[in-house]
């Protein structure tokens, strides 16, 4: 990985996020170049203290993907692109569909666009998202599932993810996307449950309080964020990938009960509720989901490390320590 | 279809153009109360001549589709919504990608969404397109084959159809989509090849001078507007339709080849000229096509009914009567 990255310019859109961040600490260990891009809403994921350590060893730009002009700019010189900005949460994509399609399909057809009149020789590492195969029909899901997104939020990634596939065919702007599943670790967004229902629990377990499990007998999967900056950076240095979608996925398959009391034990303590699913997110559910993640097993040789007690344990670690970058007390 | 549609409010955008207008000719005989949105973008297929007969029995509004504020209001009080504005050139869409994504995935989006807010018992029925399938995996072509779109406007076309049965599920706004293959007929855009290729060949063929066939092995299938529009009407009238997607085919399967000789045949006469495909269509060609459509069948007892020599017969008789409408001498 030195070889490939060290001295090499590499951008990251989502720069201050969870796996954007986790994945420029990783590549300033390698010696890379960096430039992160953030919009810093507050409601998203970015947090300048992810990147404490490295503040002297990166540049930040603030400035949002649906700004063209900067994109334009910051794009010119890079040899990789991690595009991982992104409008996240399902619901707001129902609330406010607009700026869902802005961020996760305008945005992402002008990066490209750009990259093809000022940049065609990039590489392009898309983060796409296991939502656009809705409730699946069969387990564990492969890249051959059908796409059946249940939410406006899903139809937006899927497309934000073609384009790449199809700059990559049509243009040879080289470009592959990675359809995450749940990742989790230090750096997520933990104040609410808008990036991931375990950053809520994380925050009230380490608060002492109660948190709530919603069902509980959905079966999930779960990708450590160390994990999934290898597969990122596996996919950036390989032309194996090129026009190709992978899944990520975990060591093991759980239901949401079962991650509950893992929680508990990890932390040595803590207590949780369990509730029926409220009727606005019942609408869009997926029911239970685990990837099938041969495809990337076999062409890059990836596959997860850090089993999951280990990876929540690391996780609650970070915010016991960090917390009061997380949320305010 | 006299019971389902007398007396009814039906709105349709892209009401100038080639499928549109046909509907609209019929919708009038129906006796449906009828307002036809359209923009007049001159390379696009509306033209106030598609409407001749019937100026006086429908009310025309020439605005945009991405006209949210046009839009909203149109869109109240009416019972059905045949949602047919769209680019539709491949091309295009690759050159200005940026339009292609405003019409036909923004705007479907917001139309939606007014929908949604101002009149969530309308019923919509959504024009898309083949396209989407990309290069077939296996022929016939059935809607449970993958969708790999090989141009941005296949992209978009695949969002804006997932809205309209994401609507469908999650809020009941009852939707469907027709994934249309070639359709022929009396109204289309024949100044150019901007709407179909066969509009090109029927110009040429009329104006006494020999037109192009590129490739002429590729296999196609079509379907006679008049038959597209009865597919439309029983889409609407029938809430088995309510969530779906339906492709539309054609009684035979046909090379370019065979059909400009059988276009020639039609008009006592012509000539044509094969050359090889275009480099810049190359890359976005879908090879062989067509389409399985039993599902339609099954559902709707929908099949095509207007013989291709006589489809043909029918266009070209219309245009040699009305082609200074169409084209300038």
């Not at 890379?32 to 730009?61: C, Q, W």
């Not at 249940?150 to 702007?173: F, Q, R, S, T």
Request: charged fraction near 20%.
């Amino acid at each position: 990985m030195n070889e490939v990255f060290e001295g090499r310019n590499v951008l990251i859109t989502g720069g201050l996020g969870f796996i954007g961040s986790n994945l420029a600490h990783r590549l300033v260990e390698l010696g890379a170049h960096m430039t992160l891009v953030d919009s810093l809403i507050p409601e998203y994921g970015g947090n300048l203290f992810n990147i404490a350590g490295i503040e002297g060893r990166v540049k930040v730009n603030i400035s949002d993907v649906r700004d063209q002009h900067s994109m334009r700019y910051l794009v010119q010189g890079q040899d990789y692109l991690f595009n991982l900005a992104g409008q996240t949460s399902h619901l707001d994509s129902m609330q406010d569909p607009n700026v869902d399609l802005d961020i996760n399909c305008r945005s992402q057809l002008s990066i490209l666009e750009v990259c093809r009149k000022y940049n065609p020789g990039i590489k392009v590492i898309f983060a796409s998202t296991r939502q656009i195969y809705g409730k699946p029909e069969y387990l564990p899901v492969d890249e051959n599932h059908a796409v059946r997104p249940v939410d406006v939020n899903g139809i937006n990634k899927m497309a934000g993810e073609w384009y790449h596939i199809l700059y990559n065919n049509v243009y040879n702007i080289r470009g592959c996307a990675l359809r995450l599943t749940n990742t989790i670790g230090p750096r997520m967004r933990v104040k609410d449950a808008r990036q991931t229902f375990l950053g809520i629990w994380v925050r009230l377990l380490l608060e002492g309080k109660p948190f709530e499990v919603w069902g509980g007998e959905q079966l999930r999967d779960f990708t450590y964020v160390d994990d999934a900056v290898e597969a990122f950076l596996l996919a950036a240095a390989s032309d194996k990938s090129n026009g190709q979608i992978f899944n990520l996925g975990g060591d093991c398959v759980i239901s949401l009960k079962e991650l509950a009391d893992l929680l508990v034990k990890v932390n040595c303590g803590g207590e949780y509720s369990t509730h029926s699913y409220p009727a606005d997110r019942k609408r869009i559910d997926i029911g239970d989901y685990y990837a099938d993640f041969s495809r990337i097993r076999s062409a890059l040789a990836w596959e997860p490390k850090v089993p999951l007690p280990e990876a929540l344990g690391r996780t609650v670690a970070y915010y016991r320590q960090h917390h009061d970058h997380y949320w305010d007390n």
